[in-house]
C-alpha cells in the first residue's frame, strides 16, 4: 500500500515535470491570441494540453479540465468525436484539397446542398440558394459585407458603401470585421485603419430601464435603428448583426423580436440583413439557427465555428439566387473574386458532413432542451448570490454578470480582474471558464452530463467566492 502511494506521488511529480517542459518550450518560441503575452505564465496560467475526450481536456500532467466554453465556442458534440475524426480520416486518403476554382468535388457539393436544406427560410421570400466558402469566422464575415458593398456596385450604385453594425456586436478580428465590431478592447487601437461603419444602439436586455421588459427594449432599440435608417438609408448597404446573443461582447441577449423587426426595416429601405450565427448557429441558442426564434431569414448568412463541430476551421456564408445573379456579368470585374486557398477544403467539408449527420441522427435539438432545463435549474441557484447582477440563458449558453453587490450600476473596477481571478481559481478545480471580462458563462459541448453540470455549477460558485475575497485582499 505504502509503496503504491510512493509510487503514485512519483507518476504525479513527474507529469508535472512534462507539463512544465512543454510550458518553456512553449513560451520560447509561440506567440497566443487574445493574450497578453507578459501575463504568462505567472498571472495567467498556460495549460499544456495532451488530449480531448468528450467535454474534458486531459493535460499533460495529467489533470482534467472541463471545457465548459467548448474551446472558444466551436465544439459540439466533445472533443476527438470519432464519426468527425473517421470521416477526416477517410477524406484524408481520398482527397485532402484541391484547387476550388474550376474544380469541384463531392464534399463541397454536398455540404452546400445540406446547409442550403436547413437554413432559415421565410414563406414569402426567395430562399438563400448559393454557398460561398472561406476558412474562418472572420473571413466569411469579410465575404459577406463584400458581397453586399459589391452588388451594389455591380448595379451602378456608388453611394451605398457603409455598413450599419450594433454596439456590442463582434464579427471577428480582420479588419473589415474589426470595422463592424464594437468591442473597445480589440478596437479601439486599431481605429484609424478601419473603414466607417454606422452603430445602432444594441437590444440588448441587460440594458433595461426600471420596468422595461425585453420586448420593449427591443422595440426601442429598433426605433432608433429606424431613425438611422431614414438619415442614411442612401449611404448603406448592408446591416451586420448576430441574432439573439451578442456573444463576445460580453454573452448579453435581446428578445427575438428585435430581428423581426430589422428585417421589416432593411426591406423598407433596400439594406441587405447580414445574420452572423458564427456562434449562434448549429444550436446553441435552442434551435437549429437563431435566426429561426425571429421567424426571420437573412439575406447573407455567415457560418463557422460548430459548422465542423469544432474539428476544422470553415466558414460558409449562403445567399441568395438574386445576390449572385447581381455578379453575372460579361466583365471579369463584376465577379466576386474573393478567394482563400484553402476555400472548401474537403477535410473540413467532411467534418460539416459528418457533424450534420450527427444532428439528424442523434436527434441533438431535442436532447439539448433537456440539457438546458438542467442548466436552467443549476443557474437559478446563482440569482441570489450578492456578487450576481443578472442569471440569463438562451439554450445551451448561460451567464452571469457579476458586479458590485449585484447591483447593474456599480460594474468591478476592471483592474480589479475579478473575471480573471474567477478563470485561475475555476482552473485549480478542474473547469476551464475563461469569462468576457466580469461575465461567466456556461458553453458546454453538448455531450455534457448531469455529472459535468453539477462540478461546473459548484465550481462556478467556489470561483466567484474566490475571486472577491482575493481581490478585496489585494
Ligand atoms: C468568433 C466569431 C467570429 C470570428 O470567427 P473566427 O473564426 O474567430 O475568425 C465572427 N463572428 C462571431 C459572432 C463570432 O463569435
Same mark, same amino acid.
Given at each position: 500500500?505504502?509503496?503504491?502511494?510512493?509510487?503514485?506521488?512519483?507518476?504525479?511529480?513527474?507529469?508535472?515535470?512534462?507539463?512544465?517542459? *512543454?510550458?518553456?518550450?512553449?513560451?520560447?518560441?509561440?506567440?497566443?491570441?487574445?493574450?497578453? /503575452?507578459?501575463?504568462?505564465?505567472?498571472?495567467?496560467?498556460?495549460?499544456?494540453?495532451?488530449?480531448?475526450?468528450?467535454?474534458?481536456?486531459?493535460?499533460?500532467?495529467?489533470?482534467?479540465?472541463?471545457?465548459?466554453?467548448?474551446?472558444?465556442?466551436?465544439?459540439?458534440?466533445?472533443?476527438?468525436?470519432?464519426?468527425?475524426?473517421?470521416?477526416?480520416?477517410?477524406?484524408?486518403?481520398?482527397?485532402?484539397?484541391?484547387?476550388?476554382?474550376?474544380?469541384?468535388?463531392?464534399?463541397?457539393?454536398?455540404?452546400?446542398?445540406?446547409?442550403?436544406?436547413?437554413?432559415?427560410?421565410?414563406?414569402?421570400?426567395?430562399?438563400?440558394?448559393?454557398?460561398?466558402?472561406?476558412?474562418?469566422?472572420?473571413?466569411?464575415?469579410?465575404?459577406?459585407?463584400?458581397?453586399?458593398?459589391? *452588388?451594389?456596385?455591380?448595379?451602378?450604385?456608388?453611394?451605398?458603401?457603409?455598413?450599419?453594425?450594433?454596439?456590442?456586436?463582434?464579427?471577428?478580428?480582420?479588419?473589415?470585421?474589426?470595422?463592424?465590431?464594437?468591442?473597445?478592447?480589440?478596437?479601439?487601437?486599431?481605429?484609424?485603419?478601419?473603414?466607417?461603419?454606422?452603430?445602432?444602439?444594441?437590444?440588448?436586455?441587460?440594458?433595461?430601464?426600471?420596468?422595461?421588459?425585453?420586448?420593449?427594449?427591443?422595440?426601442?432599440?429598433?426605433?432608433?435603428?429606424?431613425?438611422?435608417?431614414?438619415?442614411?438609408?442612401?449611404?448603406?448597404?448592408?446591416?451586420?448583426?448576430?441574432?439573439?446573443?451578442?456573444?463576445?461582447?460580453?454573452?448579453?441577449?435581446?428578445?427575438?423580436?428585435?430581428?423581426?423587426?430589422?428585417?421589416?426595416?432593411?426591406?423598407?429601405?433596400?439594406?441587405?440583413?447580414?445574420?452572423?450565427?458564427?456562434?449562434?448557429?448549429?444550436?446553441?441558442?435552442?434551435?437549429?439557427?437563431?435566426?429561426?426564434?425571429?421567424?426571420?431569414?437573412?439575406?447573407?448568412?455567415?457560418?463557422?465555428?460548430?459548422?465542423?463541430?469544432?474539428?476544422?476551421?470553415?466558414?460558409?456564408?449562403?445567399?441568395?439566387?438574386?445576390?449572385?445573379?447581381?455578379?453575372?456579368?460579361?466583365?471579369?470585374?463584376?465577379?466576386?473574386?474573393?478567394?482563400?486557398?484553402?476555400?472548401?477544403?474537403?477535410?473540413?467539408?467532411?467534418?460539416?458532413?459528418?457533424?450534420?449527420?450527427?444532428?439528424?441522427?442523434?436527434?441533438?435539438?431535442?436532447?439539448?432542451?433537456?440539457?438546458?432545463?438542467?442548466?436552467?435549474?443549476?443557474?437559478?441557484?446563482?440569482?441570489?448570490?450578492?456578487?450576481?447582477?443578472?442569471?440569463?440563458?438562451?439554450?445551451?449558453?448561460?451567464?452571469?454578470?457579476?458586479?458590485?453587490?449585484?447591483?447593474?450600476?456599480?460594474?468591478?473596477?476592471?483592474?480589479?480582474?475579478?473575471?480573471?481571478?474567477?478563470?485561475?481559481?475555476?482552473?485549480?478545480?478542474?473547469?476551464?471558464?475563461?469569462?468576457?471580462?466580469?461575465?461567466?458563462?456556461? /458553453?458546454?459541448?453538448?455531450?455534457?452530463?448531469?455529472?459535468?453540470?453539477?462540478?461546473?455549477?459548484?465550481?462556478?460558485?467556489?470561483?466567484?467566492?474566490?475571486?472577491?475575497?482575493?481581490?478585496?485582499?489585494?
Amino acid at each position: 500500500m505504502q509503496k503504491k502511494t510512493h509510487d503514485a506521488a512519483m507518476l504525479a511529480e513527474a507529469a508535472t515535470a512534462e507539463a512544465d517542459r *512543454w510550458r518553456s518550450r512553449d513560451l520560447a518560441v509561440l506567440w497566443h491570441p487574445c493574450t497578453q /503575452m507578459r501575463e504568462h505564465p505567472h498571472t495567467l496560467p498556460l495549460l499544456p494540453i495532451e488530449r480531448g475526450e468528450g467535454p474534458w481536456l486531459i493535460g499533460r500532467d495529467g489533470r482534467r479540465y472541463l471545457d465548459a466554453i467548448s474551446s472558444w465556442w466551436t465544439n459540439l458534440f466533445g472533443h476527438a468525436e470519432p464519426r468527425i475524426a473517421a470521416a477526416i480520416a477517410r477524406q484524408a486518403t481520398t482527397l485532402e484539397h484541391v484547387i476550388l476554382a474550376g474544380c469541384s468535388h463531392a464534399p463541397a457539393v454536398e455540404l452546400a446542398e445540406r446547409l442550403l436544406a436547413i437554413a432559415p427560410r421565410e414563406v414569402d421570400r426567395e430562399p438563400l440558394a448559393k454557398v460561398f466558402y472561406a476558412d474562418n469566422g472572420s473571413a466569411g464575415v469579410e465575404v459577406a459585407l463584400k458581397m453586399a458593398f459589391h *452588388w451594389f456596385r455591380n448595379r451602378g450604385v456608388e453611394g451605398r458603401t457603409k455598413f450599419i453594425a450594433l454596439e456590442g456586436g463582434y464579427h471577428g478580428e480582420t479588419l473589415g470585421a474589426l470595422a463592424v465590431g464594437d468591442i473597445p478592447l480589440y478596437r479601439r487601437v486599431y481605429a484609424p485603419l478601419l473603414a466607417e461603419a454606422l452603430f445602432a444602439p444594441s437590444p440588448d436586455a441587460y440594458l433595461c430601464e426600471p420596468g422595461e421588459t425585453p420586448a420593449q427594449r427591443a422595440q426601442r432599440a429598433a426605433d432608433a435603428l429606424r431613425d438611422l435608417l431614414e438619415r442614411h438609408a442612401d449611404e448603406v448597404c448592408a446591416l451586420i448583426l448576430e441574432p439573439r446573443v451578442q456573444c463576445a461582447g460580453g454573452m448579453r441577449m435581446h428578445d427575438p423580436l428585435y430581428l423581426k423587426l430589422v428585417r421589416q426595416l432593411c426591406d423598407a429601405h433596400g439594406v441587405f440583413l447580414i445574420c452572423d450565427e458564427i456562434a449562434v448557429g448549429f444550436g446553441r441558442t435552442g434551435t437549429l439557427f437563431a435566426s429561426e426564434q425571429s421567424g426571420v431569414q437573412p439575406d447573407l448568412l455567415c457560418l463557422s465555428k460548430g459548422l465542423t463541430g469544432g474539428a476544422l476551421p470553415l466558414a460558409a456564408v449562403l445567399a441568395t439566387q438574386s445576390i449572385y445573379d447581381g455578379f453575372l456579368d460579361d466583365s471579369r470585374e463584376k465577379a466576386f473574386l474573393h478567394s482563400h486557398s484553402y476555400t472548401g477544403n474537403p477535410l473540413a467539408c467532411a467534418a460539416a458532413l459528418a457533424t450534420l449527420g450527427i444532428f439528424a441522427s442523434d436527434d441533438v435539438i431535442a436532447r439539448n432542451r433537456t440539457t438546458a432545463a438542467r442548466m436552467a435549474g443549476l443557474a437559478a441557484a446563482f440569482a441570489d448570490h450578492p456578487q450576481v447582477a443578472d442569471v440569463r440563458q438562451a439554450g445551451m449558453i448561460v451567464a452571469f454578470e457579476l458586479t458590485r453587490g449585484g447591483d447593474k450600476r456599480t460594474p468591478f473596477n476592471p483592474d480589479a480582474r475579478i473575471g480573471l481571478r474567477a478563470y485561475r481559481a475555476a482552473l485549480e478545480r478542474g473547469v476551464l471558464l475563461r469569462p468576457l471580462g466580469d461575465v461567466l458563462y456556461w /458553453m458546454p459541448p453538448y455531450c455534457v452530463d448531469d455529472d459535468a453540470l453539477q462540478l461546473l455549477a459548484s465550481t462556478t460558485h467556489a470561483a466567484i467566492d474566490h475571486a472577491i475575497k482575493e481581490a478585496a485582499c489585494a
